[in-house]
């Protein structure tokens, strides 16, 4: 005989021989609520004559609890209040579930047709939706948290996020609709959606705006937030040979993990590097896949150049038209290392400093081009 435990009054205990732990409920007089019950083995409740049930578990402790509802129209919600649980696994259910205040190290749904789920102020290690099942709503709000929440051969009408956070989320097409409401925290998420991905980067430019206000952890989530999002496009713009798409997505990776190292370091000189990384790399060189970065700091370099050959010339020369001819045309020279044009004395090292200059980001020029043809 399994362990014998007492329920409530009315409660059927039915046990198996051997050393088995498990204890079946289906006694149409099970009580409406189970308080202060704790059982090692395996509790499976099972109805048949119960109609119109809801079954509340009220402060219980669980190893494993496996529920099997065949006659839908039998039992109508459970809601476990307060509990801890190491299993926990619906098969062939089609009736609400409510966690609230509990603590679940795993919660499975297999081949079931939920009308809806809510996680209430509750921390669940997993939830995993399996084997063709089917829910309309699933709610995880009040400062839920969910370490990883993964879904296979299932379907989700609307996922709903308020308050919570979830470690680790996969968005496929599974989840028709994925709502993201103030306060949820996704610290990693995979999206292989692209209606949802789509909905993502159309919203990217609000929450780049968002990042000016709040906490330097709010900021480091939401840039962490955007990190994800920039992998998954690039991901699917890979997948689509679509080569200019992917380089926005690089760029876009490049600033965020600039201003994400720049956020999560107190030392002044740390931060002073990245943004010289974020100045140089970034605004000049466009960090190496953006060809306008370079023309422009092309330019900029040139004419600054040109400007200090016209401060220097322009006492020795008959016209302020030829001076910014020759300035011009002497900084030009330097730049792409054309030497047509004798160097003058006082400026021989802003020569060769432009000379340098030139070289590099000439080389990271055709690099970039170079990049460009060959895909």
Not at 74 to 88: A, H, Y
Not at 230 to 242: F, L, S
Not at 303 to 330: E, P, T, Y
Request: aromatic share 8%; with cysteine; charged share 25%.
């Amino acid at each position: 005989m399994d362990e014998i435990f007492d329920v409530t009054s009315g409660a059927e205990r039915i046990g198996e021989g051997g050393n088995s732990q498990r204890s079946y409920w289906n006694n149409k007089l099970l009580p409406d609520t189970i308080k202060d019950l704790k059982f090692t083995g395996e509790v499976e409740i099972a109805y048949s004559k119960t109609a119109e049930k809801k079954l509340v578990f009220e402060n219980c402790i669980f190893d494993t609890v496996s529920i099997k509802n065949e006659r839908s129209e039998q039992l109508k919600e459970i809601r476990f209040i307060n509990c801890r649980i190491g299993s926990v696994r619906f098969f062939q259910c089609d009736i609400t579930i409510v966690i609230e205040s509990s603590s679940v190290q795993s919660f499975v749904l297999d081949y079931c047709n939920i009308p809806r789920i809510r996680i209430e102020s509750s921390e669940i290690r997993n939830i995993s939706f399996e084997a063709s099942s089917k829910t309309n709503e699933v709610l995880i709000i009040n400062d839920s948290y969910v370490t990883k929440f993964t879904n296979i051969d299932a379907e989700i009408n609307t996922l709903e996020l308020h308050s919570s956070h979830i470690e680790f989320l996969h968005i496929d097409d599974s989840i028709r609709s994925l709502d993201i409401k103030e306060g949820a925290v996704l610290e990693r998420f995979f999206i292989d959606n692209k209606d949802e991905l789509k909905n993502f980067l159309k919203t990217l430019q609000d929450r780049q705006n968002a990042l000016r206000d709040g906490t330097v952890s709010q900021k480091m989530v939401e840039l962490k937030h955007q990190h994800q999002i920039m992998i998954a496009a690039y991901d699917q713009y890979a997948d689509e040979n679509r080569f200019q798409e992917m380089d926005m997505c690089l760029v876009r990776l490049r600033k965020i993990d600039c201003r994400s190292n720049s956020l999560s370091t107190k030392n002044l000189l740390k931060k002073a590097i990245y943004l010289i990384e974020y100045l140089v790399l970034g605004k000049m060189f466009g960090w190496g896949v953006q060809i306008v970065n370079s023309l422009v700091t092309s330019a900029a370099i040139i004419a600054v150049f040109a400007l200090i050959h016209f401060r220097v010339l322009i006492s020795s020369m008959d016209s302020v038209g030829q001076c910014i001819k020759i300035s011009l045309m002497s900084s030009v020279n330097r730049f792409f290392n054309v030497n047509e044009i004798e160097p003058i004395a006082i400026l021989g090292d802003l020569d060769t400093a432009e000379q340098i200059i030139g070289v590099i980001i000439l080389t990271i020029f055709t690099g970039v081009i170079a990049r460009k043809i060959i895909r």
